[in-house]
């Protein structure tokens, strides 16, 4: 059983930047391909950036390439989302997850566990 809770959404003008951690219970956090996916209104909740347990693999989605970038400290059971040149339509809840054991990735049904989400909202 692991346990996540996700902090350091908020409010930011355009162009801006905000750094979203996950801090999960457990010591086995390491064993856990970790994800970050987001939800806007009206909309699926999709993947956003994904690491494997010891941080030698990252995957993102293709949106988010070179503007997001996932990590973590598995000394600390935390996985971080550092989100630069932030977008109005970036804006949406942003949950992580941590996958025991799946190739896919991408897709929401490989993880086991959620965070409850933090909200992100970007202005114009």
């Known amino acids: 059983q692991v346990q996540l809770v996700e902090s350091g959404g908020g409010l930011v003008q355009a162009g801006g930047s905000l750094r979203l951690s996950c801090v999960g219970s457990?010591?086995?956090?390491?064993?856990?391909?970790m994800g970050w996916f987001r939800q806007a209104p009206g909309k699926e909740r999709e993947f956003v950036a994904g690491?494997?347990?010891?941080?030698?693999?990252?995957v993102y989605a293709d949106s988010e390439k070179g503007r997001f970038t996932i990590s973590r400290d598995n000394a600390k059971n935390t996985v971080y989302l550092q989100m630069n040149t932030l977008k109005p339509e970036d804006t949406a809840v942003y949950y992580c997850?941590?996958?025991?054991?799946?190739?896919?990735?991408?897709?929401?049904?490989?993880?086991?566990?959620w965070g409850q989400g933090t909200q992100v909202t970007v202005s114009s």
């Open positions: 690491i494997s347990g010891v941080g030698s693999i990252t």
């Open positions: 997850a941590a996958a025991a054991a799946s190739s896919d990735y991408g897709n929401r049904r490989s993880y086991d566990y």
């Open positions: 457990g010591r086995t956090f390491s064993m856990y391909f």
